[in-house]
Nanobody, 118 residues
């Protein structure tokens, strides 16, 4: 079982910033897509942002212009810089790494709580 190590969650006031990071083991096969998803209480998990190994990014409309996803391929690490946070950003944020070509895989982090107070 591959373990993704997440860090950076916490409590912040409206308008504040947080940075999440997630590191995959060095043995994982490259050329993958890394991303962040979130799940608020009573809601389904939703995509926040993804980034391919070549740097192509995709964002949910609700976070465009406020969140930035990036990755360091040498460190197998993906980051999520979150600015101008709103109470509706409160959720558990999950890191994901997946590869669609063989060898395929799809791994999830344990989740990091982000709470934005009003």
């Amino acid at each position: 079982q591959v373990r993704l190590v997440e860090s950076g969650g916490g409590l912040v006031q409206t308008g504040g910033s947080l940075t999440l990071s997630c590191t995959a083991p060095g043995t994982i096969v490259n050329f993958n897509t890394m991303g962040w998803y979130r799940q608020a209480p009573g809601k389904q998990r939703e995509m926040v942002a993804t980034i391919t190994s070549t740097g192509n990014t995709n964002y949910a409309d609700s976070v465009k212009g406020r969140f930035t996803i990036s990755r360091d391929n040498a460190k197998n690490t993906v980051y999520l810089q979150m600015n101008s946070l709103k109470p509706e950003d409160t959720a558990v944020y999950y890191c994901n790494i997946r590869r669609f070509e063989i060898p395929r895989y799809d791994y999830w982090g344990q989740g990091a709580q982000v709470t934005v107070s009003s």
